[in-house]
């Protein structure tokens, strides 16, 4: 991030359901590593989309499948 912003990142399924919300808050300038742990939640297997908001805008948005053993 290249600046001070509102960012927000989400895990959703394909009906667009919010799974888990994983950060909401404000992000200093910087890299950053973040950690999705489904074994703690209720989610089961299946195709979910990570999606990053900066400021309200849709920044990127990726594809996740999820395998639980």
């Known amino acids: 991030i290249s600046k001070t912003v509102n960012g927000q990142l989400k895990v959703l399924d394909v009906s667009g359901?919010?799974?888990?919300?994983?950060?909401?808050?404000?992000?200093?300038?910087?890299?950053?590593?973040?950690?999705?742990?489904?074994?703690?939640?209720?989610?089961?297997s299946g195709i979910f989309f990570v999606t990053m908001k900066i400021d309200g805008n849709i920044y990127d948005s990726k594809k996740l499948m999820l395998i639980k053993f």
Do not use: T
């Open 17 to 44: 359901k919010e799974g888990e919300e994983v950060i909401n808050k404000i992000q200093n300038a910087g890299d950053y590593k973040v950690s999705f742990n489904a074994n703690s939640k209720n989610i089961s």
